[in-house]
T-cell receptor, first 115, second 114 residues
Framework: AQSVSQHNHHVILSEAASLELGCNYSYGGTVNLFWYVQYPGQHLQLLLKYFSGDPLVKGIKGFEAEFIKSKFSFNLRKPSVQWSDTAEYFCAVSHYGGSQGNLIFGKGTKLSVKP | DGGITQSPKYLFRKEGQNVTLSCEQNLNHDAMYWYRQDPGQGLRLIYYSQIVNDFQKGDIAEGYSVSREKKESFPLTVTSAQKNPTAFYLC?????????????FGNGTRLTVT
């Protein structure tokens, strides 16, 4: 069965620090990859997605993620975090051609940014 | 302003009672979903529906039931058969079930069963 691993449960950073949140998945075939974000008091929303093409994907608010097929990874990065990036981040994966009903979420990583 | 409305925000029930969580969307989306979120567990799919009068079980459907009589509405019933019903429940919708259509989430309902 597919699974998604997010290595860090809680990450605490100071403003302007660089961010990298790990995400690994277990599926040998072609995949679609997503990062969702949940800001405090708000609903989950899509941050960025990868279907095919350039493995470096840019999303909203300066976030980017790199798909490394050989490592089964889709890590989320941001060069300089802001206090407003404090949120919970979820990685999700589905096999290529699958439906939203096949989407598998990771357990989430809480990011706390100190002003 | 289009979106997904889940009500109520907090719900309390006694053990042994069935309880129904409401989810309404005005996005004209075909597909709707119910997820359960537990601390440290991420989101797990309970049920989803691609079209009116049709729905499929997700990974943890036992103890839950749904209906999809209208495109806009996808209520979830947590039955007394659900062994650990206390959780945060999220409803979502998407224009289509394909991956090109991102999920739109509601604000959730926190259910506490004592």
């Amino acid at each position: 069965a597919q699974s998604v691993s997010q290595h860090n449960h809680h990450v605490i950073l100071s403003e302007a620090a660089s961010l990298e949140l790990g995400c690994n998945y277990s599926y040998g075939g072609t995949v679609n990859l997503f990062w969702y974000v949940q800001y405090p008091g708000q609903h989950l929303q899509l941050l960025l997605k990868y279907f095919s093409g350039d493995p470096l994907v840019k999303g909203i608010k300066g976030f980017e993620a790199e798909f490394i097929k050989s490592k089964f990874s889709f890590n989320l990065r941001k060069p300089s975090v802001q206090w407003s990036d404090t949120a919970e981040y979820f990685c999700a994966v589905s096999h290529y051609g699958g439906s939203q009903g096949n989407l598998i979420f990771g357990k989430g990583t809480k990011l706390s940014v100190k002003p | 302003d289009g979106g997904i409305t889940q009500s109520p925000k907090y719900l309390f029930r006694k053990e042994g009672q069935n309880v129904t969580l409401s989810c309404e969307q005005n996005l004209n989306h075909d597909a709707m979903y119910w997820y359960r979120q537990d601390p440290g567990q991420g989101l797990r799919l309970i049920y989803y529906s691609q079209i009116v009068n049709d729905f499929q079980k997700g990974d943890i459907a036992e103890g839950y039931s749904v209906s999809r009589e209208k495109k806009e509405s996808f209520p979830l019933t947590v039955t007394s058969a659900q062994k650990n019903p206390t959780a945060f429940y999220l409803c979502a919708s998407s224009k289509m079930t394909g991956m090109e259509s991102p999920l739109h989430f509601g604000n959730g309902t926190r259910l506490t069963v004592t």
